[in-house]
T-cell receptor, first 114, second 111 residues
Framework: DSGVTQTPKHLITATGQRVTLRCSPR?????VYWYQQSLDQGLQFLIQ???????AKGNILERFSAQQFPDLHSELNLSSLELGDSALYFC?????????????FGEGSWLTVV | QKEVEQDPGPLSVPEGAIVSLNCTYS??????FMWYRQYSRKGPELLMY????GNKEDGRFTAQVDKSSKYISLFIRDSQPSDSATYLC???????????FGAGTRLTVKP
């Protein structure tokens, strides 16, 4: 158990809908990351937050947004869902935002868009 | 060209074999190199962490980094069926932690 908690574990929704994925980082970690893993794209970095502020942005679509709340939990919002958004979404956390800090992954939220 | 290249395999070896997993990269700014192990679509777990060039050993696992060639390796000695998983290389540069991952190599160790 990495200490990173993600909900829901599985989610099935229709195209055009909107979903929210939730993440609680490890105790003491201030930085949260979101990754998308699909069969054909591997593990893709989406976005990083540190202590409530956006720190780095990767290949995140405009239909997706995220935020980190004062209690440090984070949410990833996915809207206008398309079939291609079906993937495993991972949240990860680390103590600090800088390079070299070990990041710990949650178990993922499996999203299926039908 | 992808920033991090990793042969996706699959790789199948008999129990007890030495396994060699490799990644190449193009960004010379990368200084931190990691190997993660992922079991059947579970969350990746950190296996090895190396800073800059050199070797690091932990039990049956050895990580090597050759920055001059932009090449990293993970060796698994005396491989066990429980080592069957997908192995992902990852790397990051100083100043940011948006790690770049390889595609992952799927390893099966047969009893």
């Amino acid at each position: 158990d990495s200490g990173v908690t993600q909900t829901p574990k599985h989610l099935i929704t229709a195209t055009g809908q909107r979903v929210t994925l939730r993440c609680s980082p490890r105790s003491g970690d201030l930085s949260v990351y979101w990754y998308q893993q699909s069969l054909d794209q591997g593990l893709q970095f989406l976005i990083q937050y540190y202590n409530g502020e956006e720190r780095a942005k990767g290949n995140i679509l405009e239909r997706f947004s995220a935020q980190q709340f004062p209690d440090l939990h984070s949410e990833l919002n996915l809207s206008s869902l398309e079939l291609g958004d079906s993937a495993l979404y991972f949240c990860a956390s680390s103590e600090a935002p800088s390079g070299g800090n070990t990041i710990y992954f949650g178990e993922g939220s499996w999203l299926t868009v039908v | 060209q992808k920033e991090v290249e990793q042969d996706p395999g699959p790789l199948s070896v008999p129990e007890g074999a030495i396994v060699s997993l490799n990644c190449t990269y193009s960004n010379s700014a990368f200084q931190y190199f990691m190997w993660y192990r992922q079991y059947s679509r579970k969350g990746p777990e950190l296996l090895m962490y190396t800073y800059s060039s050199g070797n690091k050993e932990d039990g049956r696992f050895t990580a090597q980094v050759d920055k001059s060639s932009k090449y990293i390796s993970l060796f698994i000695r005396d491989s066990q069926p429980s080592d069957s998983a997908t192995y992902l290389c990852a790397m990051s540069a100083p100043g940011n932690n948006d790690m770049r991952f390889g595609a992952g190599t799927r390893l099966t160790v047969k009893p």
